[in-house]
């Protein structure tokens, strides 16, 4: 393969300061185990409530997931909406989809840097999956929410009107900046070793708490080991080009059931991803190194598909968590510990939500945010 940078996102940016590690043992009302999107998105809302809290991370804000994903922001969950009506009920399937709708209004209102709203496209590659498209337009058409068919050079599927694209590095960063801006306190490179009900314990040091969330998406069930069963890891990989005029892509696309994505840049770079299910176990792990396998296949994608040669100038991977149904992780697993995740590879917004909401029902009292997506195990 062309020389590339291996392991570096497209996204990166110029992170600023390293905020120092958590040492010695500090008093808060809430600590946050995580900070990507959702932990992020929790610690800046407690904050909002009057809550204290510290916020920790093993390695520096975004560097998980959160900041090196596809940069879709899709409204909804990863099982296409009529999926998810067929699992869990239509009244249920229709607040999930309402409450992701309006998370999405709010990532780009509170964070517009970064953020394109020129909907997303779902594209059929066989009769079957336009068949399964069809099936989506008409529910989410009955439940009132936006689709349009698609035919166009992108090829034939759906149109998602509202749904768009950011740079998920830049907003990791501002919602951290936003975060100490209210008064939070955040520790990067503060691994943490033990959780206990009132007490999270890093390498050189603790925070007693009255309450602790743990906001992992990727590795929960090795953080929480009662997890294991609910929640599996799984490495999902993308790659990036130069910058290119060969194709103009419109909108973003998920194809082949969802299994690979890509999307343009205002640059005219691409950002490919998926490929997973075509090295099946391999990719069942916490193991964020890209591999020739998927690299080579999602190679393959570009040139072939999108019939684009620009160079390959990064390919990274990162962690994920699935579980079995398709609804993220809420709960409480310890007493005091909480814990949220498990996002399917589809994150970024219902990420941000469950973080929101957690916050604001666990100190507001107001469950309104993630009343939905409980009952996990259902
Ligand atoms: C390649 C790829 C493409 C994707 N594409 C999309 C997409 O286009 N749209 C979408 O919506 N979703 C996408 N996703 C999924 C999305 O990125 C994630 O679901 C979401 O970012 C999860 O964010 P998070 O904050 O919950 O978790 P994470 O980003 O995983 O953050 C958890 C944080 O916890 C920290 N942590 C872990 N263990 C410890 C520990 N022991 N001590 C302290 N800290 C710890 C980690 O360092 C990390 O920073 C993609 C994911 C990948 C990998």
């Known amino acids: 393969m062309a020389q590339d940078a291996r392991g570096t996102p497209l996204w990166e940016v110029e992170l600023g300061p390293e905020r ?10 809430v ?21 204290s809290v510290v916020g920790v991370d093993a390695g520096r804000v975004g560097w998980g997931a959160a900041g090196r994903n596809g940069g879709f922001l899709l409204a909804g969950l990863a099982p296409f909406y009529h999926d998810v009506v067929e699992r ?18 709010r990532v780009a209102a509170e964070t517009p840097d970064g953020v394109s709203r020129h909907g997303s496209l779902r594209i059929a590659e066989s009769p079957d999956e ?4 069809e099936r989506q337009y008409e529910a989410m058409r009955e439940d ?14 759906l149109l998602i009107p509202g749904d768009g694209t950011f740079q998920p590095l830049l907003r990791c960063c501002a919602v951290a900046e936003q975060s100490l801006d209210a008064g939070a306190t955040l520790h990067e490179r503060s691994s943490v070793t033990d959780i206990r009900p009132g007490c999270v314990s890093t390498e050189r040091g603790a925070v007693q708490c009255d309450l602790v969330i743990v906001a992992v998406d990727g590795r929960l069930e090795q953080l929480l080991p009662e997890l294991q069963g609910a929640v599996r890891s799984a490495r999902l990989q993308m790659l990036a080009t130069a910058p290119t005029s060969e194709v103009h892509l419109e909108h973003p696309v998920y194809a082949r059931w969802g299994f690979d994505y890509w999307q343009q840049r205002p640059d005219g770079t691409i950002a490919m991803g998926g490929a997973r299910d075509l090295a099946e176990e391999s990719e069942w792990t916490t193991d964020a190194r890209p591999t020739d396998e998927v690299q080579r296949a999602l190679e393959q994608r570009l040139r072939d598909t999108l019939g684009v040669h620009a160079p390959i100038t990064h390919r990274w991977a990162a962690i994920v968590g699935y579980t079995v149904n398709g609804l993220p992780v809420i709960g409480e697993v310890r007493r005091g510990v909480w814990a949220i995740g498990g996002y399917c590879g589809t994150g970024n917004v219902v990420g941000s939500l469950l973080g929101r909401g957690l916050a604001r029902w666990r100190i507001g009292g107001d469950d309104s945010l993630v009343r939905p997506f409980l009952h996990a195990n259902d």
């Not at 407690?46 to 809550?51: K, T």
């Not at 336009?130 to 498209?133: F, G, N, Q, R, S």
């Open 31 to 51: 600590c946050v185990v995580g900070l990507g999107g959702s932990g992020l998105s929790c610690v800046r809302e407690l904050r909002r409530l009057g809550a």
């Open 88 to 105: 869990f009920g239509r009244e249920r399937a229709r607040a999930m989809y309402a409450l992701t709708m309006e998370e999405l209004d």
């Open 20 to 29: 120092p590690p958590l040492e010695g043992t500090v008093l808060a009302d």
């Open 130 to 133: 336009l068949a399964d498209c």
């Open 144 to 157: 009132g929410f936006p689709a349009e068919h698609y035919e166009g050079d992108q090829g034939r599927g």
